[in-house]
């Protein structure tokens, strides 16, 4: 019960100081000036952060091909969590079923068919076909802007259905891929300690559908392939994560055929900053009115 | 045939230069880092132009409440653009079946079911309902940056299936709705033709679908709601539209109840820069490397 009121809480104050705009949707609502503009000034962190890595800048609509999320097995893994878009492709006798169906307040939506295209529910999902093939000596380094879409409503304000993603993916050898992801966990939490959150890391899972997928989960942890930064938002006990590390071994490359200069496999790793959940944290540890948060967090952002 | 020679050697140009990423879907390409930075440098130039007006800014998500669509009659006017999301309910045992239908390479989407949300298919839809009730006085000015789904694959690369809008939306007594709309019309000419577009306006039409939809067309035209800012992108026989304005009269004001000081029902009109079509048109008009562009142009954009 606590809990809820946590969330209720922090839900009415984004609310009320115009942060958030409410839709009848939960998961689904607006971004204010100040909730964007503190949003924008943390990428832009991230990009001076990470600027002489020279990583390619590539940007993907928030759909991708709908064979690539077969290929890549979501919909065994996480079907609770895609969406797949559908739209309508018949004559004017079923536009007028449907326009009478929507009249009567009836369901329409199977009047409709599969298209093309899904959600996009990973930033880096678009990259990897782009891989495949010899990778030129040293690997490649890309990162990404992406809306991402998770079919999972809540009334907690950092779960939402649709939010963005800053996202760097690795290819190449297997101990640069770990290198770099173990460079980005440290530089990672620096980053968010700078800017005055009390953010820990730890090994993490993903939420695999049903009981084959809880133990995947498990033996992602066991193998300690997904890490978590982790911040508290809604309460002092309840750390939300706010960036998020995927060794993927070679599972992309293996599909792909994304390979080394001496032909092995090459391994991948990504990290993304879930940029809604980094400026909720900032809201709730600095206070609804960023331009009263500390000096040296308005400094990090406002340079 | 010389049309389709044109869309594939100016497709053949972005790709060759990195300006765009193709997929396998048609019209979900992604964008390189080049074609990107003009897009922001367009929309920033956009932020500048409009600066002092003061609008309100808001960001919306991809996706928007399915009630929203039901209550706009999107489904009635606009069926075959539109975009429902669907996602999976079921359990262990349904969720096996999608496994055993991928597997088999069979279609599985009859197993999902429509979720709350649609993909946003107009950038200026998520702010109606907000205006509901009783305006300040002077009405309202909103702007917003929005991706928007319209499901119409094409080879032709100004066609995308998942685009940004940079929208403004006024709302208020009729007069000044129209001045408004009549003054964002010369200023979003005099602003494309700065950047060396030969950019015209011309009185347009929405896709309203089939033979009812034909009609209403014809209406829109004969009352001038909708016009157009058009470019060569393609050819030079063939004008693309680059921007977009329509007067809704009191369209949206009657659904949502939205009424001027006097009480009588406002006004609303918007007008949209389609990013990436102002990007497209600019590449073409000015060649596929933006660091060779005339001094006059890069001025104002880079500055």
């Not at 999972?152 to 992801?181: K, M």
């Not at 890391?201 to 084959?212: K, T």
């Not at 930064?229 to 939300?240: A, M, Y």
Request: negative net charge; glycine residues 8%.
């Amino acid at each position: 019960m606590n809990a809820t009121h946590d969330i209720e809480n922090f839900y009415q104050g984004l609310v009320s100081h115009q942060l958030i705009i409410p839709t009848n949707v939960n998961g689904c609502y607006g971004r204010g000036a100040v909730f964007e503009d503190v949003l924008q000034r943390f990428d832009a962190l991230v990009t001076r952060t990470a600027g002489a890595d020279g990583a390619e800048e590539m940007t993907f609509p928030p759909i991708l091909p709908r064979t690539l999320i077969e290929t890549l097995g979501y919909m065994e893994n996480f079907p609770q969590l895609a969406g797949s878009v559908h739209s309508f492709n018949g004559d004017e006798r079923q536009a007028h079923e449907l326009s009478e169906r929507l009249r009567q307040g009836e369901r329409w939506e199977d009047l409709l068919e599969p298209t093309d295209v899904m959600l996009t529910p990973a930033a880096c999902y678009p990259v990897y076909p782009l891989f495949s093939g010899l990778l030129p000596a040293g690997g490649r380094l890309v990162t990404l802007h992406s809306w991402v879409y998770r079919h999972e409503p809540s009334i907690e304000p950092t779960r939402l259905q649709s939010f963005r993603i800053r996202e760097y993916v690795r290819v190449g050898a297997p101990n640069v891929v770990v290198e770099w992801r173990d460079m980005w966990l440290q530089r990672g939490l620096a980053l968010l300690q700078e800017l005055g959150l009390p953010a820990k890391s730890d090994v993490a899972s993903d939420p695999f559908f049903g009981r084959i997928g809880k133990m995947m989960a498990a033996d992602q942890t066991d193998q300690r392939l997904k890490f978590e930064i982790l911040t508290p938002v809604i309460s002092t006990e309840k750390h939300t994560a706010v960036c998020s590390f995927n060794w993927h071994q070679d599972h992309f490359s293996s599909k792909f055929g994304i390979r080394q200069r001496n032909h092995e496999l090459a391994h991948t790793a990504c990290l993304g900053f879930g940029l809604e959940r980094v400026t909720l944290a900032l809201i709730k540890t600095h206070g609804f009115e960023p331009h009263k948060w500390p000096d040296v967090v308005r400094k990090n952002l406002w340079k």
